[in-house]
């Protein structure tokens, strides 16, 4: 008979014994690439979007962002291609960076105005920006909340999380351990097939009281319980 040492379940207990701890080290893995590597380094940046410019005019009152279709338009563009310093070109650039491993669990969206042009004063720059972003948002972006809500004083960065990633990451870890686990039992599973092929070779042929192999027989009786061989012949 088959040793109980080399049964499937011992050999399974010894199994799980040996490949416990990388297991749980493959699990805490994959947990810390989904969740710390996902929000800090795998980072994927998106295409930036460049905004036509905006033209800002100095007037008596403070700034003003120029109307594209009024007269202020053409006017503002008049002092800044004489070089008044009158007017300014502001332009901005939004950027959407989507963060996660492997699926997106949040993206920063970040908006940043450049002005063309040089000022002396940096006050001066200031209140370009305060103009030329609230007459950015009435006029282009009422639309879109994400960019009026960072879009309003100066250079903006706005999250927003992504709840359909952190499924799709769950989802992707546990997909992961059922991979590993399936790898980790194949050598018992086929020590388990081989183990039962064993013990089905065993059994052909065996006389089920004492296990006397009844095939090839040289004596006339059971070696283990005496039996007579010739009852059954």
Request: glycine share 8%; with cysteine.
């Amino acid at each position: 008979m088959a040793d109980p040492s080399t049964s499937p379940t011992e050999t399974r207990r010894r199994d799980w014994r040996w490949a416990g701890a990388p297991f749980l080290a493959f699990f805490a893995l994959l947990v810390w690439m989904a969740l710390w590597l996902g929000t800090g380094g795998g980072r994927v940046f998106a295409p930036r979007v460049y905004h036509d410019p905006v033209l800002v005019e100095q007037t008596r009152t403070g700034m003003k962002a120029s109307d594209p279709n009024g007269e202020s338009w053409d006017r503002a563009t008049r002092l800044l291609s004489g070089g008044q310093g009158g007017a300014w070109a502001v332009r901005y650039q939004t950027s959407v960076d989507p963060i996660g491993w492997p699926f997106a669990v949040e993206t920063r969206i970040r908006h940043i105005i450049s002005i063309e042009s040089a000022l002396p004063d940096p006050s001066a720059e200031q209140a370009i920006r305060r103009a030329a972003v609230d007459e950015y948002v009435q006029l282009r972006v009422l639309a879109d909340d994400d960019l009026s809500m960072g879009l309003r004083v100066t250079d903006a960065t706005r999250s927003q999380r992504l709840w359909l990633g952190w499924v799709c990451n769950v989802i992707s870890i546990l997909v992961a351990l059922l991979i590993g686990y399936g790898l980790l039992c194949v050598p018992t599973s086929v020590r388990e097939w081989r183990w039962a092929e064993r013990e089905r070779k065993l059994r052909r042929g065996v006389c089920p009281k004492c296990g006397y192999r009844l095939e090839g027989l040289t004596s006339e009786k059971c070696p283990e319980c005496g039996t007579d061989t010739r009852i059954n012949s």
